[in-house]
């Protein structure tokens, strides 16, 4: 089954952008994932759908500032135009076999 | 709008049992997955059990396999865990969620807190 290797944190200024990684292991490279969101005391949020074309669907309700993209086994969440509310953990899924995978997931920190 | 409403968490101690249960509404229950995922305090995610729609696939980690039971009814609408030979280890809360496309995970319920302690 697929691992995925998240960064363990990531920080940036308001107002700023962030782009967060989740490499897929060898093997599994062309693997979908999706990107959720945990704010502090929260449930975990979907924000999208992401796929190995780097082509992205977002959840309803997820601003316009957040984005996905791809290159190669590694996916990348960039959120633009950073707020307050974006401090969270961050993390990615993927499902194969028969298993569902978590990445160990980033928190970004807002300067 | 998709509500997911865990209940049953509570203290239980070692090797005791606790049954879970997620009420599902604002979608049609019986054509999706459904999904337990559990989180320790301040871990991360861990994925627990997956059942198809009808019941007809059930998947579990290996963590659980053989101690917690997934099940669903889809007449209630609703998802249940199981769990027998509680662990310490097995502290946390647990989100209910319903799968979409490629069995991603699409929607999260707010979750339910289990402590097993003596």
């Known amino acids: 089954q697929p691992v995925l290797t998240q960064s363990s944190s990531a920080s940036a200024s308001l107002g700023s952008s962030v782009k967060l990684t989740c490499t897929l292991s060898s093997g599994h490279s062309s693997y979908i994932i999706a990107w959720h969101q945990q704010q502090p005391g929260k449930a975990p949020r979907y924000l999208m759908k992401?796929?190995?074309?780097?082509?992205?669907n977002k959840g309803s309700g997820v601003p316009d500032r957040f984005s996905g993209s791809s290159s190669g086994a590694d996916r990348y969440l960039t959120i633009s135009n950073l707020q307050s509310e974006d401090e969270a953990d961050y993390y990615c899924?993927?499902?194969?076999?028969?298993?569902?995978?978590f990445g160990t997931g980033t928190k970004v920190t807002v300067l | 709008e998709v509500q997911l409403v865990e209940s049953g968490g509570g203290l239980v101690k070692p090797g005791g049992s606790l049954r879970l249960s997620c009420a599902a509404s604002?979608?049609?229950?019986?054509?999706?997955?459904m999904n337990w995922v559990r989180q320790a305090p301040g871990k991360g995610l861990e994925w627990v059990s997956s059942i198809s729609s009808s019941s007809s696939y059930i998947y579990y980690a290996d963590s659980v396999k053989g101690r917690f039971t997934i099940s669903r009814d889809n007449a209630k609408n609703s998802l249940y865990l199981q769990m027998n030979s509680l662990r310490a280890e097995d502290t946390a809360v647990y989100y209910c969620a319903r799968a979409a496309e490629y069995q991603l995970l699409l929607h999260w319920g707010q979750g339910t807190l289990v402590t097993v302690s003596s």
């Open positions: 992401l796929e190995g074309s780097g082509s992205y």
């Open positions: 899924e993927t499902w194969d076999s028969n298993t569902r995978v």
């Open positions: 604002g979608f049609t229950f019986s054509s999706y997955s």
